[in-house]
Nanobody
Framework: QVQLVESGGGLVQAGDSLRLSCATSGRTFSFYAVGWFRQAPGKEREFVAGISWGEGRTSYADSVKGRFTISRDNAKNTVFLQMNSLKPEDTGVYYC?????????????????WGQGTQVTVSS
């Protein structure tokens, strides 16, 4: 069983930065691909960024390319999402998710384990 805990959310102004963390307990993160998703009020949960295990290949939604960076520290069983140049449309609950495969997928159903989410609010 993989338990995921997100942290680092908050209320910021447009143009600010935040770094989200996703820590796991119970099992090592090393053999899981990890994704970050977000859900705005009234909208479906959407893929934001993902990182594979092994080579650490990354994938990003077009809306965040060039602004967000995902990284992982397998020794600390933690995945990070650095978010720069935040916009009001980045507001939502951010979730990390893990799947016991090497590759990143963008579909919500592709992930077996989910954290409880952390709120990110960007004011204009």
């Amino acid at each position: 069983q993989v338990q995921l805990v997100e942290s680092g959310g908050g209320l910021v102004q447009a143009g600010d930065s935040l770094r989200l963390s996703c820590a796991t307990s119970g099992r090592t993160f090393s053999f899981y691909a990890v994704g970050w998703f977000r859900q705005a009020p009234g909208k479906e949960r959407e893929f934001v960024a993902g990182i594979s295990w092994g080579e650490g290949r990354t994938s990003y939604a077009d809306s965040v390319k060039g602004r967000f960076t995902i990284s992982r520290d397998n020794a600390k069983n933690t995945v990070f999402l650095q978010m720069n140049s935040l916009k009001p449309e980045d507001t939502g609950v951010y979730y990390c998710a893990a799947r016991p495969f090497s590759d990143v997928r963008v579909g919500v159903r592709e992930y077996n384990y989910w954290g409880q989410g952390t709120q990110v609010t960007v004011s204009s």
